[in-house]
């Protein structure tokens, strides 16, 4: 195995390794990118689509002092938390980094940074890197103080998204826009960061907004957990997005079961035209949310055996079953948007679950 950088001759106690093959090592980023050409070559022949040289599963070393590492596509750099397989795509190497204000995404990029460093027993590096953020942090706050409007003032709506598809942003780039508009909406997309968002108090969250039905399979069970507990804390929990599009109606039935401790079931999935239930908790006057559609027509997935009052639209033709539910659970509230075509509808719907 080689001790010292290809590129530079450089022989030290730590050199970053090659999260692809594992064996190729650089004294940092920069070698590593002149060396890519070169190394590419030596093993693209043997790699196939989607898959990664090295042994299936790879994990790297596990140093709690060091939760920060970078991730290279080409010439492109960006910081990530945590840590990650190699893949075809992307290349991972050891070490500690950050990303510039640009690239952690403002303020609350900027807290999940800082919690990324967080350890037992940080090094002098790490320290400084603390400190660095921290007074980032700082001039941020005290720039949105000053700033009237500043999105500081607005709620707060958490994505988690444990299965994310590919087409979902683009799919739902106008839900998303008007979403901004309203709310700071900060996304997630593995177990790690979910959970300790979901850690935090309810009151830190207007809803959250699960956008697939991953969260159902049983690895997952702790994240379900968690969820449970924020609505029943005084949360809003919302199944939306691409949610019902994919779930399985077994899988679906079995989790409001044993879950949720509730009877709803997955029903008719089609298209049909619905009407603003004048029961309904979230419509009980006419100005709390006046851009909900009085009626307009959906494509759904119906869930039936949910309360009359908790359905906010219902067929015209007096089904009991409804594609938009928002239920009292404990202190907080679950809702469920049926809708797989993102009708414009829908999104002030989504809106006025949130409560932004």
């Not at 980094?97 to 609350?108: N, R, T």
């Not at 500081?152 to 780039?173: A, C, F, G, H, R």
């Not at 603003?276 to 909900?292: E, F, G, K, Q, Y």
Request: some cysteine; glycine content about 8%; aromatic content about 8%.
């Amino acid at each position: 195995m080689t001790t010292e950088c290809p590129v530079c001759g450089k022989s030290e106690s730590k050199l970053l390794r090659c999260g692809r093959c594992t064996s190729r090592v650089y004294c940092g980023p920069q070698c590593q990118k002149k060396d890519w050409a070169t190394h590419k070559a030596e093993y693209s022949e043997t790699l196939e689509d989607g898959d990664y040289c090295g042994k299936p599963g790879l994990q790297y070393r596990d140093d709690a002092k060091i939760t920060l590492f970078q991730v290279l596509d080409g010439l492109k750099t960006k910081a990530c938390t945590g840590r990650t397989d190699a893949t075809a795509h992307f290349v991972c190497l050891e070490g500690e980094g950050h990303g510039c204000a640009e690239d952690v995404g403002g303020y609350h990029g900027w807290k999940e940074l800082l919690m990324a460093y967080n350890a037992q027993n940080p090094t002098k590096g790490q320290k400084e890197e603390i400190s660095w953020i921290n007074t980032v942090l700082s001039q941020l706050e005290g720039a949105a103080g000053a700033a009237s409007g500043s999105s500081s003032t607005l709620p707060t709506v958490l994505l988690v998204s444990l299965d994310k598809q590919p087409w979902l942003d683009e799919m739902y780039s106008a839900v998303l826009a008007k979403l901004r508009s309203k709310a700071v909406v900060t996304e997630v997309t593995h177990i790690a960061s979910t959970l300790q968002h979901l850690s935090k108090s309810h009151e830190e969250y207007a809803a959250v907004v699960m956008t697939d039905p991953a969260v159902m399979e049983d690895k997952f069970i702790a994240v379900q957990e968690k969820l449970v507990d924020h609505a029943r804390d005084g949360g809003t929990v919302i199944l939306g997005f691409l949610f019902s599009a994919l779930a399985q109606p077994d899988k679906l039935d079995k989790s409001f079961k044993d879950r949720w401790a509730l009877n709803w079931k997955y029903s008719d999935y089609c298209r049909s035209m619905f009407s603003l239930n004048p029961r309904a908790n979230l419509v009980s006057t006419s100005s709390r949310h006046p851009n909900l559609p009085h009626q307009y027509s959906m494509k759904a997935v119906h869930l039936r055996d949910t309360k009359p009052e908790d359905r906010i639209y219902v067929s015209d033709h007096g089904s009991a079953q409804s594609p938009a539910v928002l239920a009292k659970y404990g202190y907080g509230y679950l809702g469920w948007i049926g809708d797989v075509n993102t009708e414009i509808g829908t999104t002030e719907v989504l809106l006025a679950m949130c409560g932004v």
